[in-house]
């Protein structure tokens, strides 16, 4: 069985920094993508960092280069680093994995695995 658990969340003033985690357990493939969406209230689920087991890696243009995704590949833990936080980044941020590693894209939703999800929360 396939868990994902994020941890890493909370709330921090705009300018500040955040790094989330996702520990992974149970995923057997060697071949991945996985990554981070987020979902703000009242939009739509976006992706916003994927890496592959090839190590190339995706992130939304939005993010003008504020966050870093990485991977621990002896720990089974992804992160995110996200620096220069806005109340924009406000929301509930999911990790998700997904076998499909050629198609590793922060346009392409459909993830195999998804963790619970971690709250981030921006102030002004």
């Known amino acids: 069985q396939v868990q994902l658990v994020e941890s890493g969340g909370g709330s921090v003033q705009a300018g500040g920094s955040l790094t989330l985690s996702c520990a992974v357990s149970g995923y057997t493939y060697w071949r991945y993508c996985m990554g981070w969406f987020r979902q703000a209230p009242g939009k739509e689920r976006e992706g916003i960092a994927l890496i592959n087991s090839d190590g190339v890696r995706d992130y939304a243009d939005s993010l003008e280069g504020r966050f870093t995704i990485s991977r621990d590949n002896a720990k089974n833990t992804l992160y995110l680093v996200m620096n220069r936080l806005k109340p924009e980044d406000t929301a509930m941020y999911y990790c998700?994995?997904?076998?499909?590693?050629?198609?590793?894209?922060?346009?392409?939703?459909?993830?195999?695995?998804w963790g619970k999800g971690t709250l981030v929360t921006i102030s002004s």
């Open positions: 998700a994995v997904d076998p499909r590693y050629l198609t590793c894209s922060v346009r392409n939703g459909g993830m195999d695995y």
